[in-house]
Each structure stands twice: as structure tokens, then as C-alpha cells.
Antibody, heavy 119, light 110 residues
Framework: EVQLVQSGAEVKKPGESLKISCKDS????????IGWVRQMPGKGLEWMGI????????RYSPSFAGQVTISADKSINTAYLQWSSLKASDTAMYYC????????????WGQGTLVTVSS | QSALTQPPSASGSLGQSVTISCTGT?????????VSWYKQHPGKAPKVIIY???RRPSGVPDRFSGSRSGNTASLTVSGLQAEDEADYYC??????????FGGGTKLTVL
């Protein structure tokens, strides 16, 4: 059964770097696309980008291109979302979600990783 | 790539029906048969309830239905129940593995 398990909550200072993860504990990621979604406090879902596990191809929302890096390591069934220099406005819940193998919708979601950026 | 437009709130009484709209463009909602809807309870991860405009995943009650006319998709919840109170988000494929979400609608069951 597909189960996406995300890394734990993080508290960081502005300017610090961060890499959060999303691991599938019960499925082969090899042919999957994994997306990342941001949800700022009290706000809606925002699609950030997506990575193909087979060859690490990525697509970014124009709103997030250049702001974050999405990657994957198929040897350990894990996708990543990283920042080189965090800002207070990066404070949010971040979800990973798997794109259906048969269509264009997200059929399984991780539990979310809360990132708090504060001085 | 702008967010899809949803009403911020909707409400209905127990047993009634409510419809939530989701307006995009011909580059997303109107251009592909890949509109999906997600339900999110506070503090929980979203869950898909409709995909490909009007298809329901296994386990989703048939009280939930989807449709589309032009660049506007709609989610209808019939026979409202207390557990339907949640936030609802539409999403559309926008070509080349790009996607866009709606701003979300908070559904209140009166």
C-alpha cells in the first residue's frame, strides 16, 4: 500500500538552509511523479512543483521556480524539497503527494511537514 | 499561471445540496479533462474526492459529484452531512505536468 511519510517539523532562522523529505514506505517510486504543495497558515493549497522518480525530471510552478529545489533519490524511494536561504514567508505546512499512475490527480498524500522560520 | 477562482465560503443545511464553483481558463479547466477536487479537514492532509471532472475514487460516497461547463468546474455535495464540513479545493492540470489549485472554499453545514 502506498504510504508517503514526511520528515518531521523544523524550526529554522532566516537565511538558513533546509531540506525536507518524503519517503514512500510501501511502493516502488520508480515510475512515479511526486509533487510538493505549500499551505501557509490559514491559507489555501499552492502547487509548487513535481519530480519524476525515474530520471529526476522536474517541473516548477512559476511562483516557486528559483525559490526552491525539488529532487529525488530513487535508490531510497525519497523525494526532497529544499531551500538555500529561508525567509520568514516560507513558514508553512508542506505536503508531498503522488500523482496517479493513470491520470492527472494526486491520489496519495503525505502527512505534511511544518516549517517555521523565525528569528 | 493564476490560481483558479473559488468562492471563499459556502453553506447548506443538513440534507440539502450545495454546489461549489471553480473557474479557470481554456489553458487549464477548460482545456483538459483533468479537474480534481480535494477535501481537507483542519489539521489533516487533503484527500481526493473527484478526479477527471466527474469520477469518484473508490470509497467516496456518491453524494459527491463533479461537472464542468466551459472554463468552470463544479462540485456538488448532495444530502449534506455534518462530516462534509471541511475545506474544498479544486485542481486542474495545466499542461506539461503543471498544475494549479483553486483558492479553496470553506463549507459550513448548518
Amino acid at each position: 500500500e502506498v504510504q508517503l511519510v514526511q520528515s518531521g517539523a523544523e524550526v529554522k532562522k532566516p537565511g538558513e538552509s533546509l531540506k525536507i523529505s518524503c519517503k514512500d514506505s510501501g511502493y516502488t517510486f520508480t515510475t512515479s511523479w511526486i509533487g510538493w504543495v505549500r499551505q501557509m497558515p490559514g491559507k489555501g493549497l499552492e502547487w509548487m512543483g513535481i519530480v519524476y522518480f525515474g530520471d529526476s525530471r522536474t517541473r516548477y510552478s512559476p511562483s516557486f521556480a528559483g525559490q526552491v529545489t525539488i529532487s529525488a533519490d530513487k535508490s531510497i524511494n525519497t523525494a526532497y524539497l529544499q531551500w538555500s536561504s529561508l525567509k520568514a514567508s516560507d513558514t508553512a505546512m508542506y505536503y508531498c503527494a503522488r500523482l496517479s499512475a493513470y491520470s492527472y490527480y494526486f491520489d496519495h498524500w503525505g502527512q505534511g511537514t511544518l516549517v517555521t522560520v523565525s528569528s | 499561471q493564476s490560481a483558479l477562482t473559488q468562492p471563499p465560503s459556502a453553506s447548506g443545511s443538513l440534507g440539502q445540496s450545495v454546489t461549489i464553483s471553480c473557474t479557470g481558463t481554456s489553458s487549464d479547466v477548460g482545456g483538459y479533462n483533468y479537474v480534481s477536487w480535494y477535501k481537507q479537514h483542519p489539521g489533516k492532509a487533503p484527500k481526493v474526492i473527484i478526479y477527471e471532472v466527474n469520477r469518484r475514487p473508490s470509497g467516496v460516497p456518491d453524494r459527491f459529484s463533479g461537472s464542468r461547463s466551459g472554463n468552470t468546474a463544479s462540485l456538488t455535495v448532495s444530502g449534506l452531512q455534518a462530516e462534509d464540513e471541511a475545506d474544498y479545493y479544486c485542481n486542474s492540470f495545466a499542461g506539461s505536468n503543471n498544475f494549479v489549485f483553486g483558492g479553496g472554499t470553506k463549507l459550513t453545514v448548518l
